[in-house]
């Protein structure tokens, strides 16, 4: 059950920075495209940029599964 935890905290911090830096960068965040969505109906879609869509759709479950692998790899040093 704590390594669970440990693995959720990881994917939780690396999600945080993950967001941070896209919404710096001026990348649309899945908070920004859900408000999108909810505004635009699913024309949204087609407002998204080529950068955007790649990192919603590839970029960013490819960084939580980095936050997966940061906990397993933590929990596994701890015990």
Do not use: C, E
């Not at 998204?48 to 960084?63: C, K, Q, R």
Request: glycine letters at 10%; aromatic letters at 22%.
């Amino acid at each position: 059950m704590f390594r669970i935890y440990l693995i959720g905290i990881a994917i939780l911090v690396i999600a945080i920075l993950a967001n941070g830096i896209v919404l710096k960068l001026g990348i649309k965040s899945w908070y920004s495209f859900i408000d999108l969505i909810s505004s635009d109906g699913f024309s949204a879609f087609k407002s998204l940029t080529f950068i955007d869509a790649l990192w919603l759709f590839l970029g960013y479950p490819m960084v939580l599964g980095l936050g997966y692998w940061i906990g397993d790899k933590f929990y596994n040093f701890i015990f």
